[in-house]
């Protein structure tokens, strides 16, 4: 029997116990419907509220997060999320409102999202904007769909491939996937950026349009951007930025300057909305003026115009050519717009351009301070993040195992085994909020663990050691798939 | 202000380790007339003074607990969240890690999930789920998407009832565009007195998916029993959107013999925060799990011998299998799915049951009550939970606003989605409507004019 830290809430419960508890009915008692449309018993646990706040201070305590350290995970933007925000967004006139109330008692969440809408516009340089997507991959969903109306509204009807590099993320060929488009994969070159020869070749009247990360996964910003977005336009693309990356961009270049037509934003990785464990992000979606007839229904606007005291009248609008509804009622108000709208608020322009100054510094000051202990495969200035190899000439260990080690010394990996096109990748994104003494404490601990590797590479091996868990049976998970829990009583019926 | 810890000392070390003089330097790859743009922003704010403007912002707002009594439903309901709830939220161990890539040091939120995950199963009777969609309407087009990788793209056609969500049966079509399916069964100008056996006409051997709801958009609680045997003769799944409040109380989706159960699970535990973030559940049978879509937890051991939870049968996700996966759906809605296992065991068993029995007993006294009102009345006999249809003398949009004017937040005008409905107000009750509201409901309808 495996040993247990922690047990289930439902091996905590104890049949009788109660916890939280409703007042009494104040109204005339009603029939329950006739017996045949009730459910015999409710399996689900008994507990107090002690026990209820103790099992999840216990989990809590599992879990390795931002408040407790560097968290340099690439790619995934992991910087520190504002308590501010967390207040803000807590707010009760923004907690205790109803998707569906008339617009006339919720203008002050309608002014949030135009005004939201109207900044996120300015920073990317593009002309039209949803908020409605609820994530990065949700957003990139849109786009494609966009892309896809676009060129079936001009009965362009042989577009069926989408141009994509090998360094992209995973979701750009599912996203591409779900309309039924085929990938073409496209390489990069010895400097990290498209590779244009190739990039010319695939260019044809069957191309939907390419789908790109800039700075791409690498770290790298594409040193011929304008030339590979001329490419794909000449031959009727569209072209699709993955907004992922922006952290290295604000107040630097707008992408929609750069001619790119549709861009997802991820507002939990670039305006400091919490992850949440994986989880709610929110993924605005900015296009140019071609494709702002397709954005998704309903957006925001100014049904009114004010004049002198009397404020403008904000409520929805619909597309002339919509695709439709990307979800039910407006997007992650709350949990995201709310907290992305207080952070850009104290932010500016200085602190936007703060934001991306500092985080390609923190990024460049790493490279190179591990440079000449770990290869770095793409060599130049980078972005907000770059790719280290993650092993040694004449030494078996791994990525892998470096990214377990460095748990030992209350460090979170950073993103491992991607993009793909690099082997054993490291994959670093220090954000710009981590200040000089954490990012050396960060080096010397990876200048330590290469040294481990050749000295003692079973330490790395076994790695990590000082957690509260060791290395998982990922394959016994997979194999024999337990999947949920019961109460104690119910498990002999299962 | 900025969060940045970085001294103008330490920012000028850092440059002198890299090799460039200035910040600006660092950006010499971008196209140089597009380097630095200024950007039409206000001034910054300190906390201070951002506080205060939103503050401002969402007084601005008229909101369900402060300034109006409200009936209003439809997809999104004022419950009471245990004050736990958000204690547990703000801890910054859940809030500000990332999804859990490294099971070692993510244990915490591997576990809840996992629970939660146990939670839903529970609740719908069904054997498995995944570990949250982006919410309810999402979730139901990704049922539409499991069963079109089930039947390879061979089956084409989804009949989907009327009387699921106008916004979910938007979002099936919205999401199935690259598909090329035929969405057939939910013409609103039907006969909304019929039932669920209505759609049955229209399954046949192309059909690849059912949608039904439950209870339905208008609150009618109906048992799909058999109406699954008869799908289910044809070869076609079919998929239960249920509300998880309902579930409490009623038969559950699978001992009706469903195949899929989604739904929306913001009433447990997730405020109304207009319309989101929320939580879709999704819960299925084990023969599906390699066609579901989501991250997945499953219980495992570590190499020191203790039980441990991972994300499991990634091979199905679109970082592993690229453009052949079902969805691209990855990171989403952790943090809710923790609040919604957090409300379940905080109330608990014997707490949730008094929730469902208090959402059911006030819609019902507000039935008996509203139809004694001249011209008011319950327009559909069958059997209801928290949400009824109530007729009006006059349409439904007029008698809103009489409510609103007098502090009430009425129903869910139905003219908007089903034109035949336009005397009609969809009318929801929770534990938060105390007696003295309806009473007053039923006070100010009759003096409507």
């Known amino acids: 029997m495996a040993t247990i830290l922690e047990p289930t809430i439902f091996e905590l419960s104890s049949p009788g116990r109660i916890g939280v508890t409703m007042p009494a009915s ?38 390795y997060s931002v408040d407790d350290g560097f968290y340099p995970l690439g790619s995934c933007t992991m910087k520190y999320n504002p308590k501010i925000n967390e207040d803000t967004c807590r707010l009760p006139g923004f907690l205790y409102t ?123 910003f594409d040193e011929n951007i304008e030339k590979v977005i001329e490419l794909v ?165 791994r990525a892998l195992d470096i990214a377990k080690r460095l748990m030992d010394y209350n460090f979170h990996p950073p993103t491992n085994y991607f993009p793909l096109i ?42 990590p050691h000082i957690t509260p868990f060791g290395r998982m049976d990922e394959v016994k998970a997979a194999r024999e798939l337990v999947l949920c829990c019961w109460l104690p009583e119910d498990y002999q019926n299962q | 202000m900025t969060y940045i810890p970085i001294s103008p000392n330490e920012r000028d070390a850092m440059l002198k380790t890299v090799g460039v003089k200035t910040l600006d330097d660092l950006f010499d790859a971008v196209p140089k007339k597009h380097r630095f743009p200024e950007l039409d922003l206000p001034p910054a704010l300190t906390e201070m003074e951002a506080a205060s403007l939103l503050s401002e912002m969402a007084n601005t707002n008229e909101n369900v607990r402060e300034h109006m009594i409200s009936f209003l439903g439809a997809g999104a309901y004022n419950h009471y969240i245990p004050s736990v709830v958000d204690h547990i939220l703000r801890r910054g161990e859940f809030y500000t890690a990332y999804t859990p890539y490294q099971p070692e040091i993510s244990q915490g939120t591997l576990q809840a999930i996992f629970e939660y995950q146990s939670l839903m199963t529970n609740l719908t009777g069904m054997e498995v789920s995944n570990a949250s969609h982006y919410d309810g309407a999402t979730a139901t087009a990704e049922a539409v998407s499991l069963a079109y990788a089930q039947f390879r793209g061979k089956r084409k056609k989804v009949v989907m009832s009327p009387t699921v969500h ?20 939910d013409d609103v100008s039907i006969d909304p007195e019929a039932g669920p056996e209505a759609v049955m006409s229209l399954v046949d051997e192309n059909t690849m998916l059912v949608v039904v709801q439950y209870p339905d958009f208008f609150g009618r609680i109906h048992d799909y029993t058999k109406l699954i045997e008869d799908a289910h003769a044809k070869g076609a799944l079919v998929c239960i959107v249920a509300n998880p ?58 190499n020191r011998g203790q039980r441990a939870y991972v994300l499991t049968l990634t091979a199905r996700e679109q970082h592993i299998k690229r453009e052949r996966a079902t969805s691209n759906i990855c990171t989403n809605q952790g943090l809710l799915a923790l609040a919604s296992a957090v409300y379940m065991s905080t109330l608990g068993k014997t707490g949730l049951q008094q929730v469902a029995n208090l959402c059911y007993q006030k819609a019902h006294y507000a039935a008996s009550e509203l139809s004694k009102i001249d011209g008011f009345g319950l327009c559909f006999s069958e059997p209801f939970f928290h949400e009824f249809v109530l007729c009006c003398p006059k349409p439904a949009s007029e008698v809103n606003e009489y409510l609103l004017a007098n502090g009430i937040l009425g129903g869910y005008d139905l003219g908007k989605d089903y034109p035949a409905l336009k005397n009609h107000i969809l009318m929801a009750f929770t534990e938060m409507n105390s007696k003295q509201e309806i009473d007053t409901l039923v006070e100010v309808l009759k003096e409507m004019e």
């Not at chain 2, 106008?166 to 069964?185: A, C, D, F, W």
């Not at chain 2, 207009?274 to 219980?299: D, N």
């Open chain 1, 422 to 463: 690099v082997h054993e990748a490291l994959m670093i994104e220090p954000t710009e909020t981590e200040n000089k003494d954490t990012l050396d404490r960060f080096a010397d601990a990876l200048i330590k663990i290469a040294e481990e590797a050749k000295s003692q590479p079973e330490l790395l091996h076994d790695a």
């Open chain 1, 98 to 220: 109803h998707p569906l109330q008339p617009i006339e008692t919720v203008q002050g969440n309608l002014v949030l999202m135009y005004e939201l809408q109207e900044w996120l516009k300015e920073i990317s340089g593009f002309a039209g904007m949803t908020l409605q997507p609820a994530a990065g991959a949700h957003g990139e969903f849109t786009g494609v769909l966009m892309m896809a109306a676009y060129h079936k509204s001009r009965n362009d009807s042989k577009r069926t491939k989408m141009l994509i590099p090998d360094a992209a993320h995973g979701t750009n060929p599912a996203s591409a996937g779900m309309l039924g488009f085929s990938v073409v994969t496209i390489p990069s070159d010895a400097r990290g950026n498209v590779d244009l020869k190739a990039l010319a070749a695939a260019c044809d009247d069957t191309v939907v349009g390419m789908m790109l990360t800039n700075p791409n996964t690498l770290g790298m």
């Open chain 2, 166 to 185: 106008p916004q979910y049966r938007e979002v099936i079509r919205t999401y199935s565009q690259g598909m090329g399916l035929e969405e057939v069964g």
């Open chain 1, 233 to 397: 336009h000449k031959c009727g693309g569209l072209m699709y930025g993955d907004g992922a990356n922006l952290n290295a961009l604000l107040g630097i270049v707008r992408p929609g300057d750069l001619g790119f037509d549709v861009m997802h934003f991820n507002l939990h990785k670039t305006f400091s909305v919490p992850h949440g464990g994986g989880g709610p992000g929110s993924g605005p979606v900015g296009v140019s003026e071609r494709l702002v007839d397709f954005l998704p229904s309903p957006l925001v606007g100014i049904l009114e115009d004010g004049e002198d005291e009397i404020p403008p009248l904000y409520g929805f609008v619909t597309p002339k050519q919509t695709i439709g509804r990307m979800k039910a009622f407006h997007g992650h108000f709350g949990g995201g717009l709310v907290r992305a709208y207080t952070y850009i608020a104290m932010h500016g322009l200085d602190g936007l351009k703060a934001i991306s100054q500092f985080a390609v510094l923190n990024a460049n000051y790493l490279q190179a301070r591990l440079r000449g202990t770990y290869t770095i495969p793409y060599d130049r200035i980078c972005m907000h993040e770059f790719v280290a190899e993650g092993q040694f000439a004449g030494s078996d260990v």
């Open chain 2, 245 to 302: 409040t309902a579930l409490l109380m009623l038969k559950t989706p699978a001992e009706m013999g469903a195949d899929i159960v989604v739904g929306e699970a913001q009433p447990f535990g997730i405020p109304l925060w207009y319309g989101g973030p929320y939580l879709g559940f999704f819960t299925t049978k084990k023969s599906y799990v390699h066609k579901m879509a989501g991250r997945l937890i499953g219980e495992t051991v570590d």
């Open chain 1, 26 to 63: 104040d109204v005339p008692h009603s029939d329950l419907p006739n017996k045949n449309l009730l459910r015999s018993d409710l399996p689900l646990p008994e507990l107090a509220e002690v026990d209820v706040v103790r099992h999840y201070m216990k989990l809590s305590k599992f879990n």
